[in-house]
């Protein structure tokens, strides 16, 4: 049986946060509400739904029953990930704010202020799991040894495949695990709407939240407009052929689709790749000559990659992996791809048994064992095939 404890819950204003807050109160745990307010530059636009949010976090906890506090974490959330969201974004990549504010803002700046509350624990909705096992064997162990220096903390994918979101939380650390519960990650989300809607939470039937908060909505380009300057370029085919212009590499990215410009464009041949009218996509970006290329067709070579490099790694058990056959995500709605692990000094690289897609410098490799997340790295190379 779990021991009671001061839980500190982080209240989105979501169904799956409010559930997680419902679960543990009734569990018998001391629960406290966080309302963690993140973004401040155009709160009061269409596309920024954190005061409904916070409305919608108050009236939950209101009925749970539970003390709520606001927070802001505006200041600490533009410094550590929305100013290395805007570098990634002018170097060319592609990068994954919310992986960042997992790791510096929900399970660091949060947990530090839970901590300060006396919290013996933080919670979050997110759909995932942790488990405490052995060190030495790694067999499941009681929570009653979370303190003890013989266990260690898995992250677990939740239990809904399709839900799952340990692939958001693959840098979080054995400090951070062992602090940290995931109450739906044991449910389906059917059931988590369903317990919702018994208990009569003002929000059970609200819609997921997409995207982040300072986007929103609105058109991704028309928000870096704000941040990151335009410098036009050309758009070439494989052949060399400059079919268009872009407005800018930092507003495309790899697989990309819509809004090329050039759908009236036809390739040079068959033999180019893809046929004559199948839609074109984003295979490469050059820095260097202010160039994006393009292909045609879904399945063009220079799309698939057979291999990839990361760095900045994270790894869950505070140590690599021992294992060289695993598998890996190389975006969020993929599933795991078996491939061979090469580690390095600065990082790994991973070898797939099937080439995978627009694989995109600035995203995360994130590695699987089985249901056991491993950690993970940043995308540093795209796809192999593209031009030099």
Avoid at 67 to 90: G, M, S
Avoid at 124 to 131: F, I, L, Q, S
């Amino acid at each position: 049986m779990t021991s009671k404890q001061r839980v500190v819950v982080g209240l989105s204003g979501g169904v799956d946060s409010a559930v997680s807050a419902y679960l543990l109160k009734q569990q018998g745990h001391e629960v406290i509400g966080i309302f963690m307010k993140n973004w401040e530059d155009d709160d009061d636009s269409e596309y920024c739904s954190s005061r409904q949010d916070w409305l919608d976090a108050a009236s939950v906890a209101d009925v749970i029953g539970i003390d709520i506090e606001h927070v802001n974490f505006a200041a600490e959330y533009k410094d550590r990930v929305f100013a290395e969201f805007l570098r990634e974004y002018q170097a060319g990549r592609t990068p994954n704010p919310d992986i960042l504010c997992n790791a510096e803002i929900k399970f660091k700046a949060f947990l530090d202020h839970a901590m300060r509350l006396g919290a013996e624990k933080i919670a979050t909705g997110h759909y995932a799991r942790v488990r405490c096992v052995a060190a030495d064997t790694g067999e499941p162990v009681g929570q009653h040894m979370t303190d003890d220096a013989r266990v260690r903390y898995e992250l677990l994918k939740g239990l809904d495949p399709l839900k799952d979101q340990s692939y958001f939380l693959h840098r979080l650390n054995q400090a951070q695990l062992a602090k940290t519960m995931f109450p739906v990650g044991e449910l389906p989300k059917t059931e988590v709407r369903r317990i919702a809607a018994e208990i009569g939470l003002p929000n059970a039937k609200k819609k997921d939240s997409t995207g982040i908060c300072f986007i929103g909505e609105r058109p991704f380009r028309d928000f870096l407009n704000r941040y990151i300057s335009q410098e036009p370029g050309p758009i070439k085919d494989p052949s060399g052929r400059t079919i268009g212009e872009h407005v800018g590499l930092s507003f495309y990215t790899l697989g990309q689709r819509q809004g090329l410009g050039i759908g009236g464009v036809k390739a040079q041949g068959a033999q180019k790749g893809g046929a004559e009218h199948e839609p074109w996509f984003v295979a490469r970006k050059d820095l260097a000559k202010n160039t994006l290329w393009v292909v045609q067709g879904h399945d063009h070579p220079w799309l698939l990659a057979p291999s990839l490099r990361a760095e900045d790694v994270s790894w869950a058990a505070g140590t690599a992996p021992t294992a060289t056959r695993i598998a890996a995500k190389t975006r969020y709605r993929q599933s795991d791809a078996p491939c061979a692990l090469a580690l390095d000094d600065t990082g790994f690289t991973l070898r797939f048994a099937e080439p995978q897609w627009a694989v995109t410098p600035g995203q995360s490799a994130v590695l699987y064992d089985g249901e056991v997340c491993l950690g993970g790295g940043v995308i540093h190379t795209e796809a192999a095939n593209a031009p030099d």
